[in-house]
């Protein structure tokens, strides 16, 4: 009997470690729908990588800047730059995954369909790196934040946490370190500018843009324009 017993018991913690893990996680991406995150894990994961390489001058740059004192510019750069589907997907934008495969199966390199969404959560809750734990933690994250938060708090974090230069974090950091100014005054061309190095921001410069990053700008404000401009994101509550 005692041995029948164990499966059952083990199968009761299980259970029982799952639900803590729910409400745990849920609880968590419900305090942040109000409260601002003072860093995120890709930020503490950059932290102890600097410590580990010996980069003894390194110096991580972010602060909190919310909605109401960034430039409609910036959000709608980011949109139109990573993922014009926000305002309507629920976290996963499935054509675009499509796309991704069909082109990695003729022979080009796979690659990635991530909404803002899904970058929202791996940012603040996972790590860098490509297994499948971590994309499978990533598309939970993303379903709670879907269904807990508003598309405007997820772009508000997002644009708080994305990294836009090597230990440069936040619209609010990127701004005044590449524009000596505050984001609220971002033109639509220097929030492009932001947008465009978000592919490889350690490697592409906002203030000293290259070829590329330029041209990636200047494509990205035509997708500003083509948008309809920041009523595309309406009120997005």
Known sequence: MPRRSLPRRLLRWLALAALAWLLLTWLAVLLLRFVPPV???????????????GERDFRLRQHWVPW???????????????????????GFDFDSIHEAIDAADDGARLRGASTISQQTAKNLFLWNGRSFVRKGLEAYFTVLLELTWPKRRILEVYMNIAELGDGIYGVGAASEMYFRQPPSRLSPAQAARLAAVLPSPRRLHADRPSAYVQRRADWIERQMRQLGGPSYLGDRR
């Open 39 to 53: 860093t995120s894990a890709v930020m503490l994961e950059r932290r102890v990588g600097a410590w580990v390489h």
């Open 68 to 90: 109401s004192q960034v430039s409609p510019w910036v959000p709608l750069a980011m949109v139109a730059g990573e993922d014009q589907k926000f305002p309507y997907h629920h």
